[in-house]
C-alpha cells in the first residue's frame, strides 16, 4: 500500500474547459498559456505508473443551491450564474484528465477539500502520509489544501506547474505563501512514492 496520493483540485469544466464559462476568461487563459492541463495529465500518468491512488476534488452544489453559502463572496456568482451545479458537465472533471472509475471523487461545497467532505475518512483508511496536490485557483483550494494539510500533518507537495490563478502575479504569490508549508516541485521533476 503506498502511503501518498495526488488529489486534482477543483479541474472541472466550468472552470477549465474552454467552452466552460471560466474557461472563456482570465482562468482559460492562465490554463492554456501555462499548459495546466498537459502538465496534470503528464503528472496523473506519473502517479498511476507509480501506483498512487488519485482523487479528483469538485465543488458542487444541489440544482436548488441548497448548501451554497449566500453571504460566500466566492460562491455568490455560482448561484448568479448557474454553475457549480451537481449532476451537470460543469461539474465534471475536464475529460483530457482521464478520470478513471477507481479514483476517488471527493465533493465540496465550500474552499477547503477538508469541510465537511469525505477526504479525512479517505486518507485515514488508506493510510495516507503525504498528498500531492494541484488545480486552480492556486490562491483558494490549493492553499487551502495545503495549509489544512500541513495542520492535519501530512506531508504536502505541490505540483506548480498545475496550479494557475486569475493572473501570473496571483499564482506567484500564492506559490510564495505556500512556501513555508509545503515543498513545491513540478509534473516533470515530481517522484511519486
Known amino acids: 500500500m503506498k502511503d501518498a496520493i495526488y488529489l486534482v483540485l477543483d479541474m472541472m469544466n466550468d472552470l477549465v474547459h474552454a467552452d466552460g464559462p471560466n474557461g472563456k476568461g482570465a482562468y482559460g487563459e492562465q490554463v492554456r498559456?501555462?499548459?495546466?492541463?498537459?502538465n496534470t495529465r503528464v503528472a496523473l500518468d506519473k502517479a498511476r505508473a507509480a501506483g498512487l491512488p488519485v482523487g479528483f476534488v469538485r465543488v458542487g452544489f444541489s440544482a436548488d443551491y441548497r448548501e451554497c453559502p449566500p453571504s460566500s463572496p466566492i460562491f455568490s456568482g455560482a448561484r448568479k450564474n448557474g454553475i457549480f451545479k451537481?449532476?451537470?458537465?460543469?461539474?465534471?472533471?475536464?475529460?483530457?484528465?482521464?478520470?478513471?472509475?477507481?479514483?476517488?471523487?471527493?465533493?465540496?461545497h465550500r474552499v477547503s477539500p477538508f469541510y465537511s467532505t469525505s477526504l479525512e475518512?479517505?486518507?485515514?483508511a488508506h493510510g495516507i502520509r503525504t498528498i500531492y496536490c494541484?488545480?486552480?485557483s492556486t490562491n483558494a483550494v490549493v492553499q487551502a489544501t495545503v495549509r489544512e494539510g500541513h495542520d492535519r500533518d501530512y506531508e504536502m507537495v505541490v505540483l506548480e506547474?498545475?496550479?494557475?490563478g486569475l493572473s501570473d502575479e496571483e499564482h506567484d504569490n500564492a506559490?510564495?505563501?505556500?512556501?513555508?508549508f509545503c515543498r513545491?516541485?513540478?509534473s516533470q521533476d515530481v517522484v511519486f512514492g
Open 121 to 124: 475518512a479517505i486518507l485515514r
Open 184 to 186: 513545491i516541485t513540478t
Open 161 to 164: 506547474d498545475g496550479c494557475c
Open 86 to 108: 451537481l449532476g451537470t458537465w460543469g461539474t465534471e472533471v475536464h475529460p483530457d484528465l482521464g478520470q478513471q472509475t477507481s479514483d476517488f471523487d471527493i465533493v465540496k
Open 33 to 38: 498559456s501555462r499548459r495546466v492541463l498537459e
Open 175 to 180: 506559490i510564495k505563501g505556500l512556501q513555508r
Open 134 to 136: 494541484s488545480g486552480i
